[in-house]
C-alpha cells in the first residue's frame, strides 16, 4: 500500500507564500486523493507491491497505463516538491550546488531568472524543475501534468508545482508572483545539494 507523506514541516510553515489552507487542501486533499487511486489502480496488477519510482518508470509514456502513470507520478511529484521547500529557504545556495549553478548558468541572478521564467511559461498545469543531465550540467525544464524529468534521464533537484492548487488560493492568477517568492524565500537548497550527490 501506498501511503501519504507526512509534510516535513507544520502545515503554517511556509505562511505568507503557501498558506496553511493552500496546504490542507493541496495535500490533505489533492495529495492524499492520487495515493487513494493509485493503491486502487495497483490491486491485482503486476506492480502491486513495487517501489513507486518502478511503477513511474514502468507505465511512462504508455496510453493504456495512463492512470497508473499519472497517479504515480504526481505522488512522486508532490512527494519530492514538498521536499524542495522549507521555511526561511530560498535566495542563492551555497557549496558545490552555487558552483554548479555558477558553472551552469554564469550566475545566480540568471538562474533565477529562467527558473522564474520557464516555470511561468508551463501552458496549463505542470511542473518547474532544476535538474542535472548525465554529465552533471545543471537544466531547468518544465513538464505538463503529471510528466517527470527521471524518465528523460534527468536527475531533478527541485521543483516547483504550478498546477492551479499550488497556488491559486493565496496568489489567484499571479502565478509569477508565486513562483518568484518560492524562488526568493522557500527553495530548500540542502535538499538540492543531496539531489546533486
Known sequence: MFTLMALPYAE?????????????????KHHKTYVDNLNNLVKGTDLEGK????????????ADKAPLFNNSAQIWNHDFYWKSLKAGGGGAPGGKVADAIKDSFGSFDE????MSATTV??????????????????????????EVPLTQGLKPLLTIDVWE???????QNRR????????????NWEFAAANLG
Open 51 to 62: 517501489p513507486l519510482e518502478d511503477v513511474v518508470k514502468a507505465t511512462a509514456g504508455k
Open 165 to 171: 492548487h499550488a497556488y491559486y488560493l493565496d496568489h
Open 176 to 187: 509569477a508572483d508565486y513562483v518568484n517568492a518560492v524562488i526568493d524565500k522557500l527553495l
Open 111 to 114: 538562474f533565477r531568472k529562467q
Open 121 to 146: 511559461s508551463q501552458f496549463g498545469s505542470g511542473w518547474g524543475w532544476l535538474v542535472a543531465d548525465a554529465a552533471g550540467k545543471l537544466k531547468i525544464v518544465k513538464t505538463g501534468n503529471a
Open 12 to 28: 503554517n510553515a511556509l505562511d505568507p507564500v503557501i498558506s496553511a489552507n493552500t496546504i490542507g487542501f493541496h495535500h490533505g
